[in-house]
């Protein structure tokens, strides 16, 4: 049984769309849905199955005469001449299709330093293990860590993340997205799924890959970009609120830095969880930080609240601005603080400040307890939850194109963001179809 010749209509272009193509690459299965606009003059028609069936193969013919006209000699052989320039033409096509299949836009860095460091260039886009999912990027934000890691601060986490010069070169960790192809160990998510999770690295990209165990399925009323503001900065908010603070109704909370990332995160937390919250930030910031549900808001510039007479049950210490024995002093005597941030010097970061908290702690009544967040994609889930019953709302503050990230970056390091700045990503390989 012969295939069919389908020719194009001489009046007009038409479109074909072909549904659940599948192709494997190792260890993983990508399934796409692919659209040609096949235009009279250039392309005569094309093979395909006969109606109804499953065949996952379509051959495009091309041609220079009039639509429709020599399709007999299309299907049952060419002149030499014709078949050259058949196979020229299909041997460049296949050579930019797999190119651009084979990689993307990203956002990288090569050596520790400064925002000159950063490139935007073509990279081979990366392939999903068996126990991870490859992300077609939709939007990603900045983090203090991003900025930390660019100049290889602490000196101690070049140990994780390479000594000379960065182990992994794609930067950004928040994503959000669509599930583009699945390991074969995946079972919770499938090829077309909305997601946002923490990665390692390389988030600031077109396409990315994650751990399944990462993932959550995406908040449905919410953009691809305010989903992207999610992931380090709520995370982080949620698992000092609820295991480090152990917050409980009518617990008096002071969130230091309550106007950035994980503060706006913290304070909607803090309060659906029915403690009496206390916003620390700047004059700028004050109405924002009322919005976010803060009860009473202190701006720094003008008032210290560890010399005040308010005592609080809860410190959630984002800034790192204040001594140790200062936030004690804000404290009830079985008070906790929470420590997320600190000054320590190039070498060691905060963790010194941590250290120190730890060892103090054992000595007095007050618990002075260190934070340190873990990605998960659990936690992601609960996220969500809050998120549709609109008990926290992600809080976007700008938002950049994928190769204005260094602007992104310089934004965050040199003003103070009311909330998060995400990154949009549009993958270059479909805004160079759509143009050609």
């Not at 090829?191 to 990665?199: P, R």
């Not at 965050?412 to 270059?428: D, L, P, Q, W």
Request: charged content about 20%.
């Amino acid at each position: 049984m012969s295939t069919p010749f389908h020719p194009i209509p001489q009046n007009g272009p038409v479109m074909i769309e072909a549904h659940e193509l599948t192709e494997r690459y190792g260890d993983t299965t990508a399934v796409h849905s692919l659209s040609f606009t096949l235009v009279p003059g250039t392309v005569t028609g094309f093979l395909g199955p006969n109606g109804g069936g499953k065949s996952t193969t379509m051959r495009i013919i091309m041609g220079t005469g009039p639509a429709g006209v020599g399709h007999r000699h299309l299907t049952r052989g060419r002149d030499a001449r014709g078949q050259r320039d058949h196979h020229a033409r299909r041997e460049t096509m296949s050579s930019r299709t797999q190119h651009a299949l084979r990689t993307m836009k990203a956002i990288t860095q090569h050596r520790y330093g400064g925002l000159d460091t950063l490139d935007y260039e073509t990279v081979p886009r990366p392939v999903a293990a068996k126990d991870e999912i490859l992300i077609r990027v939709q939007g990603a934000s900045i983090n203090a860590a991003d900025w930390l890691l660019m100049q290889g601060e602490p000196f101690v986490s070049r140990l994780a993340f390479g000594l000379r010069w960065p182990k992994v070169s794609t930067r950004g960790r928040d994503v959000a997205g669509v599930i583009e192809a699945v390991g074969d160990n995946v079972r919770r998510f499938s090829v077309g799924d909305e997601v946002y999770a923490e990665v390692d690295a390389g988030s600031f990209a077109e396409y990315t890959v994650a751990q399944a165990k990462r993932l959550a399925h995406k908040p449905s009323q919410i953009s691809f970009g305010e989903a992207a503001a999610v992931p380090i900065a709520a995370t982080t908010a949620l698992q000092g609120v609820r295991d480090v603070a152990k917050i409980k109704p009518g617990d008096k909370v002071l969130i230091n830095g309550a106007s950035g990332g994980v503060g706006s995160f913290a304070v909607q937390l803090a309060k659906a969880r029915g403690a009496e919250v206390t916003g620390v930030c700047s004059t700028a910031n004050l109405e924002f930080v009322r919005s976010l549900g803060a009860d009473h808001v202190i701006d720094y510039t003008g008032e210290n609240f560890t010399t005040g007479e308010a005592r609080y049950d809860v410190i959630f210490d984002l800034v790192g601005n204040r001594s140790l024995a200062q936030c004690r002093r804000g404290l009830t005597r079985r008070g906790t603080l929470v420590l997320a941030s600190g000054n320590g010097g190039r070498v060691l970061g905060p963790i010194r400040r941590m250290v120190a908290a730890m060892l103090l702690s054992m000595f007095v009544t007050q618990n002075l307890r260190p934070l340190a967040a873990v990605a998960s994609g659990a936690d992601l889930e609960v996220l969500r939850e809050h998120i549709e019953a609109g008990a926290i709302t992600p809080t976007v503050d700008r938002s950049y194109p994928l190769a204005e990230t260094t602007e992104a970056i310089r934004y965050f390091v040199e003003e103070h963001a009311r909330g998060k700045i995400t990154i949009t990503v549009t993958t270059h390989n479909d805004t160079k179809e759509q143009h050609e």
